[in-house]
């Protein structure tokens, strides 16, 4: 029986919730419950967007593997992320490479303009320099909370791989402080807002802009495995725009230097690979999988695999009934499949060419990869924005002025290196 996970904005556990139930769904010796997950998947097929979704983590080895972390995928122009407030990254004042390395502002020269962000863990602010008047994205994450919900090793590793990279279409991490309270992370404002946001404004992307934003993407990814870093959170929600239209992909909680596999099932369930379901590792093929699932969302207005709960979500994916609406561009449809390719040493983007063959696939045939790189292309959406700071692209949110519990001398030392 499929358990019902509750619509929260808000990270919470269910220990009541096992992706491994849903194997039960598909369990080729039972002709009940193959006929079950056959009629899971039928259904499935006529399921509109505003279905409960969720977000969660498997902890690895080293922590507690029963507990699941989820929030809710709804169809609001405003999701949280499965792990921290959202960030936003670059600001209408652009940042150069050069400006990253020579320049490192302190948490003393911001001052707080309004929050663009709530989580679990804290919140987001928009911050303005006191001298240069640069606005910043203030990530505000309250040590206790991180600690009594096991994230401590997550949000370590974000600012590690942050700290690692530095790409175009990818945020950057400008500095990191910490007091008695709380961790901050210093990133780059962009204050196009999210990409779901203008997809479910849209409904759906035209075929032009679907492959515009699937090759920014593509060149990111391709950076990201390149340093073995695999991202493990590709969702629009998680994609957001510049002042020029550009991507940016936010939330690095579950991204992880990785040479082998890992068995930590993290990510939306909608774009979760069919390995990582059925818990039996996972490497850099599991992002090439979610660019899959994300073409196809841009292209038809929701993900190819959906379902009530999780359960039915993971029968889905496992039964890959995949299908297609009679518009969808052929060679479109070519690229989706193998990127859903079910066999991960199949999978385009994970043989031998690696994300050449991605970049390769006539669905790119009229992109200039070099245009790509340098952000020559023209982007087909350019946010509205009428000043430096603008938050119009971003929810309104109550100002909070608790500022949270004090760490525990154990908590404080947790992020002592911080």
């Not at 009629?39 to 983590?57: H, Y």
């Not at 759906?204 to 991202?231: C, D, G, Q, W």
Request: with cysteine.
């Amino acid at each position: 029986m499929c358990s019902m996970v509750e619509r929260e904005p808000e990270v919470g556990l269910l220990g009541d919730i096992d992706a491994e139930a849903t194997l039960t769904l598909i369990d080729s010796n039972n002709n009940k419950d193959k006929m079950r997950a056959n009629q899971i998947a039928a259904k499935l097929n006529g399921l509109s967007l505003d279905t409960d979704a969720i977000a969660l983590v498997y902890e690895d080895d080293e922590t507690d593997s029963s507990s699941e972390f989820f929030t809710a995928r709804d169809g609001s122009t405003s999701r949280e992320s499965s792990e921290e407030p959202k960030t936003s990254d670059a600001d209408s004042e652009n940042t150069s490479e050069a400006d990253l390395m020579e320049y490192a502002p302190m948490l003393q020269d911001l001052e707080a303009v309004c929050t663009i962000g709530t989580g679990t863990f804290g919140r987001v602010q928009l911050t303005r320099h006191r001298e240069t008047k640069k606005h910043y994205a203030l990530k505000v994450l309250n040590m206790h909370k991180l600690v009594t919900t096991r994230q401590v090793e997550h949000v370590h590793n974000e600012k590690h791989i942050l700290n690692l990279i530095q790409h175009p279409f990818i945020v950057n991490l400008h500095a990191t402080e910490r007091d008695e309270r709380n961790l901050y992370m210093i990133m780059e404002f962009v204050p196009g807002g999210e990409l779901f946001s203008y997809l479910r404004a849209a409904r759906r992307f035209s075929l032009p802009m679907a492959t515009f934003y699937a090759a920014e993407i593509t060149s990111a990814l391709s950076f990201l495995h390149s340093k073995n870093i695999v991202y493990r959170d590709l969702k629009p929600e998680n994609l957001m725009l510049t002042k020029e239209g550009h991507i940016k992909m936010a939330d690095f909680g579950f991204a992880k230097e990785l040479r082998d596999r890992t068995y930590t099932l993290c990510g939306t369930p909608e774009y979760l690979a069919p390995e990582s379901v059925a818990k039996k590792g996972h490497n850099k093929a599991v992002d090439w999988w979610a660019l899959g699932i994300l073409i196809y969302e841009m292209l038809v207005g929701k993900p190819p695999f959906v379902g009530k709960c999780a359960q039915q979500i993971y029968a889905a994916i496992l039964e890959h009934n995949l299908k297609f609406p009679r518009s969808f561009d052929l060679v479109a449809k070519d690229l989706v499949r193998k990127l859903l390719e079910e066999d991960r040493t199949r999978r385009l983007g994970c043989m031998k060419g690696g994300a050449e063959d991605v970049m390769g696939h006539r669905f790119f045939s009229h992109i200039n990869w070099d245009d790509v790189e340098t952000m020559r292309l023209t982007p087909p959406i350019v946010p509205t924005l009428y000043h430096a700071g603008d938050t119009g692209n971003f929810d309104s949110y109550e100002e909070n002025t608790d500022p949270g519990p004090v760490g525990t001398k154990e908590e404080l030392k947790l992020f002592e290196n911080w």
